[in-house]
């Protein structure tokens, strides 16, 4: 069973390193080469639950050979509620774009802002999700938007299942030693995961209907991630 540390990012100009869970096997990427349709690669899916006093993030991997899903690193990114709107948004902005170069992800999943009911909230929330998505769209890396409610179907069954169910099956699927914490790093998590279960139904109905899915994922540069 592997247990997530807490990790902080940010918290005005402090820099902190990237963590990475123990037997993760390091960040590399797998050779691209010969892959065919039916081939699974090896993945890294970076997920981030968008916030401007505390954005979760987690790194999942999926391993070409046998499918399985590992945590490779989580935590979040701080912000001083007391600083000033523009500085908090520049860290924020930074510790994204060093996340984007340490974890080298394949994909990027960002909760979609679908309803809040406190409007001060739901600006700051959109503003950490539009950093969040323009930093990976900068690196050149996939993105994707998720719903919760999307999320929670992908992981629990149903969309409306409870925060602590999906808590609950990040940690199962994940064989996690213990619920990430916070909660933002939890569900940040979820994206990822959420995103690497649903990817292959994704591929195989865009293969059907004359789509790319099932092709490599071109990078920054024409690489592939």
């Known amino acids: 069973m592997t247990a997530i540390r807490q990790h902080v990012r940010g918290k005005r100009l402090r820099r902190a390193a990237l963590v990475v869970l123990p037997g993760c096997g390091g960040l590399g990427r797998s050779p691209a080469a010969g892959r065919g349709l039916g081939?699974?690669?090896?993945?890294?899916?970076?997920?981030?639950d968008p916030g401007l006093s505390r954005c979760g993030y987690g790194l999942v991997s999926r391993s070409g050979a046998t499918s399985a899903l590992a945590a490779e690193a989580a935590g979040v990114i701080e912000t001083d509620p007391g600083a000033a709107l523009p500085e908090r948004l520049w860290i924020v902005q930074r510790e994204l774009r060093a996340l984007m170069a340490e974890c080298q992800p394949t994909?990027?999943?960002?909760?979609?802002?679908?309803?809040?009911?406190?409007?001060?909230t739901a600006m700051s929330v959109g503003q950490a999700s539009g950093l969040a998505l323009a930093a990976a769209a900068e690196y050149g890396c996939e993105?994707?938007?998720?719903?919760?409610?999307e999320v929670k179907q992908a992981l629990v069954g149903y969309g409306s299942a409870t925060k602590d169910q999906v808590q609950r099956m990040v940690t199962s699927v994940l064989g996690l030693g213990e619920t990430p914490r916070p909660p933002d790093v939890a569900d940040a998590l979820a994206l990822a995961v959420c995103h690497l279960t649903t990817l292959p139904l994704r591929r195989a109905v865009a293969a059907a209907s004359g789509g790319v899915g099932g092709g490599s994922i071109q990078g920054r540069g024409g690489g592939t991630r």
């Open 39 to 48: 081939t699974v690669e090896r993945m890294f899916v970076l997920g981030i």
């Open 107 to 120: 994909a990027v999943a960002v909760e979609r802002v679908f309803f809040q009911v406190n409007a001060r």
């Open 143 to 149: 993105v994707v938007e998720y719903t919760a409610n």
